[in-house]
């Protein structure tokens, strides 16, 4: 994995509620969703940025875990 500022650390999604979207967009000039990942109540996503993934849109009812601290998308 390289060019993604040398940061790899993981970030976990957890899914509250059924049908939460975790969408990556791409890194460079051109930001565009390339991957949309839907996951159900429970179910848990790890994942990093990458060369291809420079920010993460994540829709619905989620838990979202990064080294900075934990945000819940309902508050
Ligand atoms: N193929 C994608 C990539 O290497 C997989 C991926 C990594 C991804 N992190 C993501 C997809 C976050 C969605 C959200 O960049």
Redesign the pocket.
Known sequence: MEGNGNNNDFFIIKAKDNGVH???LTRGQDTRF??T?KLDKGEVMI???????SA?KVRGKAIIMTKFGTVDTEE
């Open positions: 975790v969408i990556g390339h991957h990942e994942a990093q940025f990458t060369e291809h993934t993460v």
